[in-house]
């Protein structure tokens, strides 16, 4: 069975600062997808990243990097000089395979709060 | 707009009533899921319809029953509401394929008094 483990519950840091989304998983599978989703105060669930079990390269996106270990069943998320708008819910999630309508299996959330 | 979108936003009800949640989505994809959100923010998925078929049925009570009349339409009926039901739910749609990152709608949130 597949599970995400997030294990930062909630955290607060003051604009500008970096902050590190920490997601550890497990799965049996050799083929797996892993996520990012953001979930701001208006509710609605953003897709913001998707990793494949072959593809270990670390991504970066403006502010946003991701960092995935294999050997520590590790997809961390880092935002660079945060801001007030990152404020949000983040899910890391993990699908297996390539069956169709494979499930999300979603992390707890941190909920991430920037303070001005 | 190419979106997920779902209806009614907020549905608030009485314990024992029947309610149906619509979801329509018109990004042509093939695949559909319910999600349902609790109180603590825990996402879990229900229901996953590909091609109009259903493929996961997660451990829900018999009283939640979706039903998809097309690919673009997965609407969830629930019967004889329970408290225990008062959740935020989510629809989503895909390509077929656990690789596919799957959109999600705005979300209903369900108050049962």
């Known amino acids: 069975a597949q599970k995400v483990t997030q294990a930062q519950t909630e955290i607060s840091v003051v604009e500008k600062e970096d902050v590190t989304l920490d997601c550890v998983y497990e799965?049996?599978?050799?083929?797996?997808?892993l996520f990012w989703y953001k979930q701001p105060p208006s509710g609605e669930l953003v897709f913001l990243i998707r990793?494949?079990?072959?593809?270990?390269q670390n991504e970066i996106s403006g502010r946003y990097s991701w960092n995935f270990q294999k050997s520590t069943s590790s997809f961390n998320f880092t935002i660079t000089a945060s801001q007030v708008v990152d404020s949000a819910v983040y899910f890391c999630?993990?699908?297996?395979?390539?069956?169709?309508?494979?499930?999300?299996?979603f992390g707890e959330g941190t909920q991430l709060t920037v303070n001005p | 707009d190419t979106a997920v979108s779902q209806t009614p936003k907020y549905l608030v009800t009485q314990m024992g009533n029947d309610k149906s949640i619509k979801c329509e989505q018109n990004?042509?994809?093939?695949?559909m899921y319910w999600y349902k959100q609790d109180s603590k923010k825990f996402l879990k998925i229900m229901f996953s319809?590909?091609?109009?078929?259903?493929?996961i049925n997660e451990t829900v009570p018999n009283r939640f029953s979706p039903k998809s009349p097309d690919k673009a339409h997965l609407n969830l009926h629930i019967n004889s509401l329970e408290l225990g039901d008062s959740a935020v739910y989510f629809c989503?749609?895909?390509?077929?394929?656990?690789?596919?990152?799957?959109?999600f709608g705005p979300g209903t949130r369900l108050t049962v008094l």
């Open positions: 989503a749609s895909s390509h077929q394929g656990g690789l596919n990152e799957q959109f």
């Open positions: 799965t049996r599978d050799t083929t797996y997808y």
């Open positions: 990793r494949n079990s072959f593809d270990e």
């Open positions: 999630a993990l699908s297996e395979g390539e069956t169709s309508g494979s499930r999300l299996t």
């Open positions: 990004l042509g994809h093939d695949t």
């Open positions: 319809y590909n091609n109009k078929e259903l493929i």
